[in-house]
Structures are given as structure tokens and as C-alpha cells.
């Protein structure tokens, strides 16, 4: 496969044009039609995957677990675990988001291990490729949003917007600018992170499948390392740094509720 080809822009499966004379600007771009590209596609079928698998696993539990019920339990267990440990009593509003997030980016990571591997050297072209979706930044911003939003919108809950605007202006009203550029710099770095580490594990897949002829030895072999192996690291990083900037505020929202109650004004 073309490297330049295979690092360009994720290839549109489908585009459905608007009725004739309309279009919407976005950000300067004309848009005059909806496009799915393969990235969309590719995250579709991860959501079936988990839905499908899910329905699946969850017919006719039983009261002793055999089987598949025995991951399955061990899964949520490990979960739930994690989710207490970090969130407390509120595991069960934010525990949820943190699991169903590291399914989809774990096999979100993994997903181009079902890819057919090129022999470059033998110029023999798979009839397909999977690209996982978390190499395109659109995908690891969207999460990156969706984690700081929840950071957001849970810190105000919790303690209000005036405890929330008191926060902002701690440990002095002077750290105000750096209290506000923390809502960008976590997405910001949670989305590069994620996406470049991706991108650099494909890069390397591609050269080694370009340079190597005999493809079930150490391309197979890397494919496991840089599709399984890593994509479970990225998805643990991104996860777990995700629930600690939940549970960080969280945590001080519950701190500063308890000190306005032991300390009245």
C-alpha cells in the first residue's frame, strides 16, 4: 500500500448531498453535503460490536457463572472496582462513561489486527485494510470533548457555578488564566496523545509490511504488539487519565461543599 495514500484523509463511503442550493458554512468550510468517511464507519462497527457482544453475553445468566459469564462478571467487577476507587460514592453516574469508553477504544486500538497484512516486497496488495479510527484526531477530539465536558458539567453540578467561579479563582484570583487554560490543555493532550501514538503504531506497520516479504512472521508478530499490546495501553492511558480529571473535580467540589458546612459563614 501507498504510504502517502494510506496517511491521507480517511476514504468517504458515502455522500449524501443536500437538496440543491443549500449548504452550511462550518469554520469557514462550505459543506453541501453529509459524508461518511471510513472512520465513521469503522467506530460504527465497534458500537456494533459492543452491542451485539453485550446482548449476547448478558442471555441467561445464571446464578453460578460458567463460561463466557465468568469474563463477563470479571470485567464488570474489575470496573466497578475502578470506578469506586476514584469516583466514591458517585461510581454509579461516572462509572459507566469511564467503562464504556475503554471497550470502545480497546477495540477501537485493536480492530486492524482482522486487517489482511501486504507483502511489499511480493507487491501483493490485501484485498482490504481496516485503519483503526483512533488514528484520525476528529475521533480522539470528540472524546477528548466528551471527557472535559463531563469535567465540566459535573464540577457544576456538584458545587454550583458560584463554588465552581470560587475554584476557577483559587489559590489566588491571579491563577484565574491558568485554572481556565486547563479546560483546553487536558483535551488538547488527551487528543494528541491518543491520536499520535496511534498514528505512529500504523506508520510503522505500513514500512514494515512494505520492506519485510514474508508476512506472517514479524509483521504478524508487531501487528500484535502495535494493534493489541499498545492499543490496550492507549486505551488504559486515555481512561485513566480521563477518570482522574473527573474524580479531581469531583473531589474538590465535595471538598468545598464540606467546608462551607463545617465552616458557616
Given at each position: 500500500?501507498?504510504?502517502?495514500?494510506?496517511?491521507?484523509?480517511?476514504?468517504?463511503?458515502?455522500?449524501?448531498?443536500?437538496?440543491?442550493g443549500?449548504?452550511?458554512?462550518?469554520?469557514?468550510?462550505?459543506?453541501s453535503?453529509?459524508?461518511?468517511?471510513?472512520?465513521?464507519?469503522?467506530?460504527?462497527?465497534?458500537m456494533?460490536?459492543?452491542?451485539?457482544?453485550s446482548?449476547?453475553?448478558?442471555?441467561?445468566?445464571?446464578?453460578?457463572?460458567?463460561?463466557?459469564?465468568?469474563?463477563?462478571?470479571?470485567?464488570?467487577?474489575f470496573?466497578?472496582?475502578?470506578?469506586?476507587e476514584?469516583?466514591?460514592?458517585?461510581?454509579?453516574?461516572?462509572?459507566?462513561?469511564?467503562?464504556?469508553?475503554?471497550?470502545?477504544?480497546?477495540?477501537?486500538?485493536?480492530?486492524?489486527?482482522?486487517?489482511?497484512?501486504?507483502?511489499?516486497?511480493?507487491?501483493?496488495?490485501?484485498p482490504?485494510?481496516?485503519?483503526?479510527?483512533?488514528r484520525?484526531?476528529?475521533?480522539?477530539?470528540?472524546?477528548?470533548?466528551?471527557?472535559?465536558?463531563?469535567?465540566?458539567?459535573?464540577?457544576?453540578?456538584?458545587?454550583?457555578?458560584?463554588?465552581?467561579?470560587?475554584?476557577?479563582?483559587?489559590?489566588?484570583?491571579?491563577?484565574?488564566?491558568?485554572?481556565?487554560?486547563?479546560?483546553?490543555?487536558r483535551?488538547?493532550?488527551?487528543?494528541?496523545?491518543?491520536?499520535?501514538?496511534?498514528?505512529?503504531?500504523?506508520?510503522?506497520?505500513?514500512?514494515?509490511?512494505?520492506?519485510?516479504?514474508?508476512?506472517?512472521?514479524v509483521?504478524?508478530?508487531?501487528?500484535?504488539?502495535?494493534?493489541?499490546?499498545?492499543g490496550?495501553?492507549q486505551?488504559?492511558?486515555?481512561?485513566?487519565l480521563?477518570?482522574?480529571?473527573?474524580a479531581?473535580?469531583?473531589?474538590?467540589?465535595?471538598?468545598?461543599?464540606?467546608?462551607?458546612t463545617?465552616?458557616?459563614?
Open positions: 500500500m501507498d504510504i502517502k495514500v494510506a496517511l491521507g484523509s480517511f476514504t468517504p463511503f458515502i455522500s449524501i448531498p443536500f437538496p440543491e443549500c449548504s452550511i458554512s462550518l469554520f469557514g468550510m462550505e459543506m453535503a453529509v459524508v461518511i468517511n471510513e472512520s465513521i464507519l469503522v467506530s460504527w462497527v465497534v456494533a460490536i459492543l452491542i451485539i457482544a446482548l449476547f453475553l448478558t442471555r441467561n445468566l445464571q446464578q453460578i457463572p460458567r463460561g463466557a459469564q465468568v469474563f463477563l462478571e470479571a470485567l464488570v467487577d470496573l466497578n472496582t475502578f470506578a469506586r476514584h469516583f466514591g460514592k458517585k461510581a454509579a453516574v461516572y462509572g459507566p462513561y469511564i467503562g464504556t469508553i475503554f471497550l470502545f477504544l480497546f477495540l477501537a486500538n485493536s480492530i486492524p489486527v482482522f486487517s489482511p497484512l501486504a507483502i511489499g516486497a511480493l507487491h501483493i496488495e490485501p482490504f485494510t481496516i485503519k483503526p479510527p483512533t484520525d484526531i476528529n475521533v480522539t477530539a470528540a472524546f477528548a470533548l466528551l471527557t472535559i465536558l463531563i469535567v465540566l458539567i459535573g464540577g457544576l453540578r456538584a458545587q454550583g457555578f458560584r463554588g465552581w467561579g470560587k475554584q476557577l479563582l483559587s489559590p489566588t484570583p491571579m491563577m484565574l488564566p491558568f485554572n481556565l487554560l486547563e479546560y483546553l490543555i483535551p488538547l493532550s488527551l487528543a494528541l496523545r491518543l491520536f499520535g501514538n496511534m498514528l505512529g503504531g500504523f506508520i510503522i506497520m505500513l514500512l514494515v509490511e512494505g520492506a519485510l516479504p514474508v508476512p506472517f512472521l509483521p504478524a508478530f508487531l501487528s500484535l504488539y502495535f494493534d493489541l499490546f499498545d490496550l495501553i486505551a488504559v492511558v486515555f481512561t485513566f480521563s477518570s482522574l480529571f473527573i479531581e473535580a469531583v473531589a474538590e467540589a465535595e471538598d468545598t461543599a464540606l467546608k462551607s463545617v465552616n458557616p459563614k
